[in-house]
């Protein structure tokens, strides 16, 4: 799987917008872009994933640079509750249902009030 | 809420010792994963079991087997432990099927095992 290069941390007021960066410059054209976060002492949980379009849900939008190598996990409104550590994850499906999440250290986003 | 349970919460084993985690899978998931992580890292792959049958594993050494059951729940077991196997130990499950682009994972609150 390709690697991702992340800041090691950030901060972001309450209520603005959080734009988080993530470089994947050897990512193949198989491989998907996931956004999970980790709230301290929790387990991670999945935010948005995709391949080359944007995508937007619920939680955040995911911005893809057109050449793949970069992408942006936009939250729009940040809150308290946001503060966590984000990773950036480039992985595939190799056929049937054979996949692996390689996590790297992430980015702490730290939202303050 | 995930709907994925894992057991125990916390546990205390001496080196040397065998130890066995437990993981409940979401309902309707065929696919569960699980994953190692020391403290200031991120979570490490182990391995992934699909429909029973281990289906990819990382580099972990044999001491670290796990299994599927039918109702795709799921175990890990540790072997012969060491001091450096001390870290949380996350479940993920996810519904897998051929030629999908690989799924949401939704993980457990996680197992913190020490060894002492």
């Known amino acids: 799987d390709a690697k991702t290069t992340q800041p090691t941390s950030m901060d972001c007021a309450e209520g603005r917008a959080a734009n988080l960066p993530c470089n994947h410059s050897t990512i193949s054209g198989n491989e998907y872009v996931y956004w999970y976060r980790q709230i301290h002492s929790q387990g991670p949980q999945y935010i948005i994933h995709?391949?080359?379009n944007n995508e937007t849900n619920e939680m955040a939008s995911l911005i893809i640079t057109e050449d793949r190598k970069s992408s942006t996990l936009i939250l729009p409104h940040a809150t308290l509750r946001d503060t966590a550590v984000y990773y950036c994850?480039?992985?595939?499906?190799?056929?049937?249902?054979?996949?692996?999440?390689?996590f790297g250290k992430g980015t702490l986003l730290t939202v303050n009030p | 809420e995930t709907g994925v349970t894992q057991s125990p919460t916390h546990l205390i084993k001496t080196r040397g010792q065998q130890v066995t985690l437990r993981c409940s899978s979401q309902s309707g998931h065929n696919t569960v994963s699980w994953y190692q992580q020391a403290l200031g890292q991120g979570p490490q792959f182990i391995f992934q079991y699909y429909r029973e049958e281990e289906n990819g594993r990382g580099n972990f050494p044999p001491r670290f087997s796990g299994l599927q059951f039918p109702n795709y729940s799921s175990e890990l077991n540790v072997n012969a432990l060491e001091l450096d196997d001390s870290a949380l130990y996350l479940c993920a499950s996810s519904l897998g099927a051929p030629g999908q682009g690989a799924p949401e994972a939704f993980f457990g609150q996680g197992t913190r095992l020490t060894v002492v």
């Open positions: 995709g391949l080359k």
């Open positions: 994850i480039v992985s595939r499906n190799s056929g049937g249902s054979n996949y692996k999440l390689t």
